[in-house]
Nanobody, 122 residues
């Protein structure tokens, strides 16, 4: 089983940037994907981006296209999410998850991190 730890959350002003990290450990195969999700208070969990470890397939949800960038360092077993031009509506707990392929369907992800809080406020 893969263990995931997110880091990099915090308080940022509107229009600011943050970079989240997702470090994986444990049983790591060469063929899995990491997805990033977020959940705001009172709202459903939302998939925002994913990347495949094997073939570098990448997906972005429409609300973050052009502002967020996902990347990975296979040697460090770490996936990054660079978030730019953040707005207050994106205040949420951000989670990374490991699954068999890059799709924004949370049911396919079988390992989840504990989440990191991102707060966008002046």
């Amino acid at each position: 089983e893969v263990q995931l730890v997110e880091s990099g959350g915090g308080l940022v002003q509107p229009g600011g940037s943050l970079r989240l990290s997702c470090a994986a450990s444990g049983f790591i195969s060469d063929d899995y994907a990491i997805g990033w999700f977020r959940q705001a208070p009172g709202k459903e969990r939302e998939g925002i981006s994913c990347i495949s470890r094997r073939d570098d397939a990448i997906y972005y949800a429409d609300p973050v296209k052009g502002r967020f960038a996902i990347s990975k360092d296979n040697g460090k077993n770490t996936v990054y999410l660079q978030m730019n031009s953040l707005n207050p509506e994106e205040t949420a707990v951000y989670y990374c998850a490991a699954g068999p392929y890059c799709r924004m369907v949370d049911a396919i992800y079988n390992s989840w991190g504990q989440g990191t809080q991102v707060t966008v406020s002046a």
